[in-house]
């Protein structure tokens, strides 16, 4: 069996703490749906006296009466493989004569390492991602088959060679076809995978935390070029404290190995976004090159343009299913990118702050109403929402209409502000999703004046 955990799995083993005095300890590793890995660990109390208890060591990783915790790192040894678990943290521990501890590991790294760290900074960190494919575009597998009289032969050409790298804020980035595949000489062939990749590395180690802080910007683009709710798919890292460990004992050169993240391992088994909604990206890697992936990841460095970023994208991503929280969340990312196009820090009326970012991506509805209009609308429900004394509460079609349009408003922020083409942005709101958010005011009559009040003028017919 694979050294890896997957939901269902329930591995007995042995644990180490690094510390060589003392007896061995066992555990349970184990899968849960939401944090990922846990550590089942049984101890016994200390006897009154008894300084040399098989579980004094551990009974204190227990402790609710001081600041006593889990060792930061531990190493799991079964029959599978070595697991080794970073970043520790007290997950409970039941009461009573025979005691059960819990272990919530944040990170876990499915190798053994060359020495015994509290904290593991390595090379190379890279994860996929849903839609980093169709945002790629990358062809690494073609073939080609010629008929003839006796049949056909096809020719399967394999060239992962198709990248494009940039670096920024400390790191190096790349975007990276991949292959993977397995056959058999005269018996059979089998494509396992060819999802690209998204590759960090810093040449003086990071965490795999940091590391991930520093791709989040890429899914943060992904989720606003899709409109749609994406996931971290898997994570591996690369560094010469996890070489390939040969059964001589030998150690070569490092090569990536499977990591599980606390914070992303629920994403793992979200189900797949459909095919045909990830086919037409509203931009593509072709269309920001080097210069462009490099522009956007400083942009998001600078924590007022992250914060403008981040609502919109948990928006995107499903936070909420209620319209409420999804218009004020919104309303919020707006106001954010409002004072970041100002640039001035100085503090406006939060229609004004949505005002500029209608203005700078040049998004005109007329048939809705005014930018000043459209944007004191959003702003007004947004405050009709905070404040319960107001009287003024909007109607289900308005508040849907609010949220579909402010999420338009939102995507269409990259275009100028990565100075891509015009042409462009003209597509983005030729699509779908554009014109669906219009048609919801559109259809059933809505209009908004100057003053972002509500103006009813009757249904549009559905061959209108």
Same mark, same amino acid.
């Given at each position: #069996? ?26 349970? @590793? ?18 009154? /006296? ?10 204190? &990783?227990?402790?609710? *009466? ?14 599978? !493989? ?54 790629? !575009? ?6 080609? *088959?010629?008929? %003839?009289?006796?049949?056909?032969? *096809? ?25 993977? &595949? ?25 965490? +795999? ?20 709710? @994406? ?12 070489? #390939?460990? #040969? ?22 088994? &979200? +189900?797949?976004?459909?095919?045909? %909604?990830?086919?037409? +990206? ?9 210069? /462009? #992936? ?56 939060? &229609? ?20 000043? /209009? ?22 289900? *079609?308005?508040?849907? !209409? ?16 990565? !100075? ?10 030729? %699509? ?33």
């Amino acid at each position: #069996m694979t050294n890896e955990l997957a939901p269902g799995d329930v591995r007995v083993g042995h644990i180490s703490d690094g510390i060589e005095e003392g007896p061995v300890q066992s555990g349970t @590793l184990t899968f849960d749906e939401e944090g990922g890995a846990q550590l089942l660990v049984a101890y016994l109390r200390d006897e009154l /006296g008894d300084e040399a208890s098989q579980f004094a060591r551990t009974s204190t &990783w227990f402790r609710f *009466t001081d600041d006593s915790k889990p060792p930061a790192t531990l190493l799991f040894f079964d029959s599978r !493989g070595i697991v080794t678990l970073v970043d520790n943290r007290l997950g409970g521990a039941s009461l009573g004569s025979y005691p059960l501890g819990r272990i919530r590991p944040q990170v876990l790294i499915f190798q053994r390492p060359r020495t015994f760290k509290e904290e593991y900074r390595v090379r190379d960190f890279k994860s996929t991602i849903d839609g980093l494919e169709a945002f790629a !575009g990358f062809r690494p597998i073609s073939f080609e *088959t010629v008929h %003839s009289e006796g049949g056909y032969r *096809t020719t399967i050409a394999i060239e992962p060679s198709e990248r494009v790298e940039w670096e920024a804020c400390g790191f190096q980035y790349v975007i990276r076809a991949n292959v993977a &595949w397995t056959g058999q000489e005269g018996r059979s062939f089998e494509l396992v995978d060819s999802q690209p990749y998204v590759q960090t590395t810093n040449e003086a180690g990071a965490t +795999p935390h940091d590391h991930l802080a520093a791709q989040w910007s890429v899914r943060a683009l992904l989720t606003l070029i899709s409109g749609i709710k @994406l996931a971290w798919r898997s994570h591996q890292l690369r560094d010469d404290e996890f070489p #390939m460990w #040969m059964l001589s004992g030998d150690a070569h050169d490092p090569h990536f190995v499977d990591v599980q993240l606390a914070g992303t391992v629920e994403q793992h088994r &979200w +189900p797949k976004p459909e095919t045909a %909604s990830l086919q037409s +990206p509203s931009v593509r890697l072709a269309d920001l090159g080097s210069g /462009g #992936m490099q522009k956007w990841v400083e942009l998001y460095a600078d924590e007022v343009f992250e914060r403008a970023v981040q609502p919109a994208v948990e928006v995107i991503n499903g936070a909420t299913s209620f319209l409420e929280p999804q218009l004020m969340m919104l309303a919020i990312s707006l106001d954010r990118f409002g004072h970041f196009r100002h640039g001035d820090g100085r503090r406006r009326a939060m &229609w004004k702050n949505i005002e500029k970012c209608l203005i700078d991506a040049q998004l005109d509805w007329p048939e809705i109403g005014s930018r000043r /209009g459209i944007a004191m609308a959003i702003s007004n429900i947004n405050n009709d929402l905070k404040h319960p004394d107001r009287e003024q509460y909007p109607e289900t *079609t308005e508040l849907a !209409g609010a949220v579909y349009l402010s999420k338009i408003i939102v995507r269409a922020q990259l275009f100028d502000l990565l !100075g891509l083409p015009d042409t462009l942005r003209q597509e983005f709101l030729r %699509s779908n999703d554009a014109r669906n958010a219009v048609d919801v005011f559109v259809r059933h009559g809505l209009r908004v004046d100057d003053e972002g009040t509500r103006v009813v003028t009757g249904p549009v017919g559905l061959d209108s």
